[in-house]
Structure formats: C-alpha cells, structure tokens
C-alpha cells in the first residue's frame, strides 16, 4: 500500500505544504527541522508520557458497547477520549505542543480556536506551565460560548474577539497566523487540530498517535488481535481521526470510516462537508480542500457542531480520502442528534456533538456479526446539552421529556 504519512517535503501526495508569508519562514523553518528530534528524543517522551498519565488520565478506556452493538450487529468497543482531563482528546496535542515550545526557548502562546475547546485545552496547559497565552477566537463565537471564554479568562488566558470577516474560526485562525508574523522570535503557535502548515499537520497526528498506540495493546487484550476490522471517527480538522487511525494507516486490513459535518445537508449552502463540497486551494498554509466560491472566496461552515465547523480539512484526510483509503460520510446535523441521544440512552454516554457525528455513520455501513468496530468518542457531551435539549423532537423515539 502507499505510503500516507508526510514526506520529506510536507506533502501528502498533492495536498499540504507550507505556504506561508516570507517572515513567517525561519521560524516554520526552525520548527520543521526541530520537531522530530524532540518528539524522538528521551527527554520529551519521558515528561510528556508522565503527563499524560498523570495529568490527562491516560490510557483512556476502551469499552465494549454491549447494547450498541446488538443494535448495529456486530462488536462495537468505544475509546473514551471523552474521560480525558478538560473533556476531550485536544489535550493530548496542547500537553506535547507546549512541552515542545519549552524546548525551543518559546516564553508566550498563541493559539486559536472556534467552539473553545482547543481554547480551554491550551490554557489548561500554559496555567500548567506558567506560560503567557493568548488566544484567537471570532466575536461570534465569544458570544455563542460563553462558558469556555469564562474557563479560558479564569485559566489565566487573554481572549481576543476577532472582528474580521464572519468572526468565526477560520477568521480566528488568520488573527493568530498575523499575531504569529508580529512576534516570530519569543511565540509559539500552539495549533489546534491537523492543519496549518508542514509540520503541524504531521506534529499534531503524532501527538495524537497515542490514541491508537493504546488501541493495539488494548484489542490484543480484549480481543486476542491487534487491530480492528473498522475505525470510526468524525472529522473536523482532522485530529482526533488522525490519532485513531495513525499506527493503522498502511495497514490494508483496517477499514476507515470518518464522519464529516454535512449540517442541513451537502447539496445546501449550509454545510461544513470539506470532503464532499471543497476543491483544491489555500487555506492556513496548506494546500488541501477548501469549501470556497468560484472565484477563491472562502465559504463559511456550518453545521449544529462547533468544533467541527472548519471550512478546511488537514490535507492528510484529503488525502487519504481522494485516494480511497478512508471513506468520508457526509453526517447532517439532525443525524448527528439523533446519534446523541441514542448513545446516551443504550450506553449511558452522552456524546460531544461532534463524536455524535461518528455514532451516526454506524447507520451508513453494513458491518458483519464478527466485525470489530473501534469508534473514538472524542469529547463529552456536557457543553451540548443545551443543543440536544433544543432539538430532542429529533429523538421522539426516546420519549417526551
Ligand atoms: C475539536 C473537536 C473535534 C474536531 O476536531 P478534530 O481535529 O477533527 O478532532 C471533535 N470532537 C471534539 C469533542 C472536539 O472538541
């Protein structure tokens, strides 16, 4: 099989790179000539192994869903990123990242998010460490996430509302690639999901590559093999997909399912389906597909889900994805509802948003009884409670309350 990690220039196949501004150069430069030999190195991998363990709660569980999977008819095992510290697998990528930053002499944080969870997490991480943080987040977004901008501020982060364009993520993202231009000496950018230029893509799926280091070790013990026969995780920028998949990517054995944002639907305007609806372009300094119009405009996103609303997609998925590798499903918000409420009632597991999106891409594939399906629940649901009470006439079927 081909290979689909990064190579030697940042690409993966015709998607990636590092297209970024002239004084933004040394300092991609310097990291892309620094970052493997700190990831390698003994001194990193102690630190950051111990954090993980003992800070993030690492391994996370994996869980046989017993009552899933009599529903979908074959043997379904969920991995709870979801019981991370903070709520979710971001913190895996902010706890190497800043420990990486500390190497390089780097003494304030940048970092930009949407719904404010990658938010949260890089300020988790800066209190940890007791680094400055500063972060990007569109007005829109301040407005519509209150609790996370209180966690930020109360974490000790400045928030910086980004008036510029529809004041949403992908705004938020190119305030925090100008800030990084202003500053290129004492900042590192601590970027949130498998984007931006070579290295980030590749540096942010290593640090998420813990996910399915513990999935083999976890399947030979609970299955007696090592591998699954599919992988489901839902997509935004790409990250916690990434980590599910990594030590399996070259492994023809494995199926990969994602599950990508089609909010009211793809053939709408109000989608955040990259997959199905981008074509080639720039966006963050990566080549890879971006829902943008005719004439190179970026679209917005839109979906029920926060943190999968990226008009963009990690060009490791795209990838992947124009090559067969994984299939991408298209997931609408009221599916993704749905799913929720159906994980919380057969499981007692209320699902982020999100992670609600990869339970209903179980309904679109015809597993055999013996299949072993890994799903990766990325995040809790607590912060979504309000979005699945608002909309549970999507879910009558578990009952009027
Ligand atoms: C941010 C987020 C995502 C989407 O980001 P990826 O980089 O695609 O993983 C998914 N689930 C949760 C819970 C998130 O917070």
């Known amino acids: 099989m081909e290979n689909f990690f990064v190579d030697e220039q940042g690409f993966y196949g015709g998607f990636g790179g590092a297209y970024v501004p002239e004084i ?64 979710a697998h971001k913190i895996n990528n902010t706890i190497g990242q800043i420990l990486m930053a500390k190497k390089m002499g780097k003494t304030r944080i940048i970092a930009e998010t949407g719904a404010g969870q990658h938010g949260v997490a890089t300020a988790t991480v800066c209190a940890l460490m007791n680094m400055q943080c500063e972060v990007f987040m569109g007005k829109t977004d301040v407005e519509r996430q209150h609790t996370n901008v209180e966690r930020m501020r109360m974490l000790g982060a400045t928030v910086h509302p980004v008036t510029t364009g529809n004041m949403t993520l992908s705004d938020a993202c190119s305030e925090a690639i100008r800030d990084w231009c202003c500053h290129p000496q004492d900042t590192f950018y601590i970027v949130g999901s498998t984007m931006g230029p070579h290295p980030y893509p590749d540096i942010v799926a290593r640090m998420q590559s813990v996910i399915s280091e513990e999935l083999k070790w976890q399947l030979e013990e609970k299955t007696g093999r090592d591998y699954p026969d599919y992988l489901v995780a839902c997509l935004g920028g790409g990250s916690n997909a990434a980590g599910t998949i990594y030590h399996y990517i070259n492994d023809e054995r494995v199926k990969i399912v994602l599950a990508e944002a089609g909010g009211h639907g793809i053939d709408t305007d109000y989608t955040a389906a990259t997959i199905h609806c981008g074509t080639e372009g720039i966006i963050h300094g990566a080549r890879t597909l971006v829902m943008q119009t005719d004439d190179g405009q970026i679209k917005e996103a839109f979906t029920i889900s926060a943190g999968l609303d990226y008009p963009g997609i990690g060009p490791m998925h795209a990838n992947m994805a124009v090559k067969k590798r994984s299939t991408v499903l298209a997931v609408n918000d009221d599916e993704a509802i749905y799913a929720g409420y159906e994980l919380t009632r057969l499981e007692g597991i209320i699902p982020a948003i999100e992670s609600a999106h990869a339970v209903a891409a179980l309904k679109k594939v015809a597993f055999k009884p013996d299949d072993v399906v890994v799903l990766t629940v990325s995040g809790r649901g607590d912060k979504d409670v309000q979005t699945y009470l608002n909309n549970k006439a999507l879910a009558k079927e578990y009952g009027d309350f």
């Open 24 to 87: 933004l150069y040394k300092c991609v430069h310097d990291l892309q000539q620094a970052y493997v030999p700190i990831i390698e190195s003994d001194d990193f991998k102690k630190e950051y192994r111990a954090l993980l363990r003992d800070y993030v709660g690492r391994p996370s569980p994996l869980y046989f869903a017993k009552r899933m999977s009599g529903k979908y008819g074959c043997r379904i095992y969920l991995k709870r990123e979801d019981l991370n510290h903070t709520g």
